[in-house]
């Protein structure tokens, strides 16, 4: 069995509707499915059982699990960006991380876990997914610095050299619509557009940067699960890796790359950053792609214009889920 804790969720629930596509359907689904509405990304999906997170993690301490387990691909966790609850992201995010690696380690399951660009903070100490550079990382929001934590955990005590962590980017893509406000912004933007015929972004704060045009490296779903599931299928690989486009494009890039995919004329709004969001926003991030590469991912991946006219066109716009097509 391949276990997908998140399962339900936005990466989570691409990577079974993929592992489906490549014919497997001995798929557990860990999640804990709450008041949103991320079940529905389940309902076209194939797999064989369904365990809430915590029944899991005490079946799995406990010896209770009565199926071979080939792999734990871990997705859960509270990924808000300005979750201000501490205790909840280490108890969610770290501790629960840890006890799920341990366990791994110790009855030989391929571990392969969910990190992220945000324990990159302000981008000053670059972008490189060198194993020891997490030491040195100063993440700017808390749910950054609960997937450091375990990082830097995992480096210290030698788990890196057997498990994968993957420092995914700007994810965007089909799924994603239970995300509320931490859905990406072609999510909000298509309802923008559809329903006001414009775009609203922040204006930039920084002096480096005109409006509009802060930078951030969008990588489409569909090439996060197929980076993702390249460590399925090689085991011998290990350590923190970069999962993003490998090229940073502005705001301006993505709104415009939606209105073509809709139809319509580009039409930008720029709006002040809220005071919450101005000493914890990035103005850039890229993705260093090189360690991946060298790994032996070469599949091409998806332009950001690409990506966003397959999700716009082919799901937005038909109200579809990965698996419904």
């Not at 210290?156 to 420092?167: A, F, H, T």
């Not at 509320?180 to 922040?202: C, I, N, P, T």
Request: aromatic share 12%; glycine share 8%.
């Amino acid at each position: 069995m391949i276990v997908v804790t998140g399962g339900a969720g936005f990466i989570g629930s691409a990577l079974v509707w993929r592992l489906n596509q490549l014919g497997k359907n001995n798929i557990i689904i860990v999640d804990r499915l709450g008041n949103d509405e991320k079940w529905k990304n389940l309902v076209p999906l194939s797999y064989a059982d369904y365990f809430d997170k915590i029944e899991f993690i005490e079946k799995l301490i406990n010896d209770e699990i009565d199926f071979e387990i080939e792999a734990i691909i871990h997705m859960g966790a509270n990924s808000d960006t300005t979750e201000k609850n501490a205790d909840h992201l280490m108890e969610n995010n770290y501790k629960y991380t840890q006890a799920l690696a341990k366990q791994c380690l110790e009855k030989n399951i391929r571990f392969i876990y969910a990190s992220s660009a945000a324990t990159y903070g302000d981008g000053l100490l670059g972008f490189d997914d060198a194993d020891k550079n997490c030491l040195k990382l100063h993440p700017l929001n808390m749910y950054g610095y609960s997937k450091n934590i375990f990082d830097s955990y995992a480096y210290k005590n030698g788990m890196l050299n057997n498990i994968v962590g993957i420092k995914y980017f700007n994810v965007y893509g089909p799924n994603e619509s239970h995300k509320g406000d931490m859905r990406s912004v072609v999510h909000k933007a298509f309802e923008q557009v559809r329903d006001y015929g414009k775009v609203k972004l922040f204006k930039s704060l920084h002096p480096n940067y005109k409006d509009g045009e802060q930078m951030r490296d969008f990588v489409y779903v569909k090439d996060a699960v197929e980076m993702t599931l390249f460590f399925l299928e090689h085991k011998d690989k290990n350590g923190l890796y970069n999962v993003g486009s490998g090229k940073a494009r502005t705001w301006k890039d993505l709104v415009t790359a939606l209105f073509h995919a809709v139809g319509k004329p580009v039409n930008i709004e720029f709006i002040d950053m809220p005071e919450h969001l101005a000493e914890k926003y990035q103005y850039f991030t890229e993705a260093n792609l090189e360690k991946i590469k060298k790994a032996g991912y070469l599949n091409p991946l998806y332009t950001l214009e690409e990506g966003v006219t397959d999700y716009v066109q082919n799901y937005l716009m038909k109200r579809k889920l990965l698996g419904e097509e």
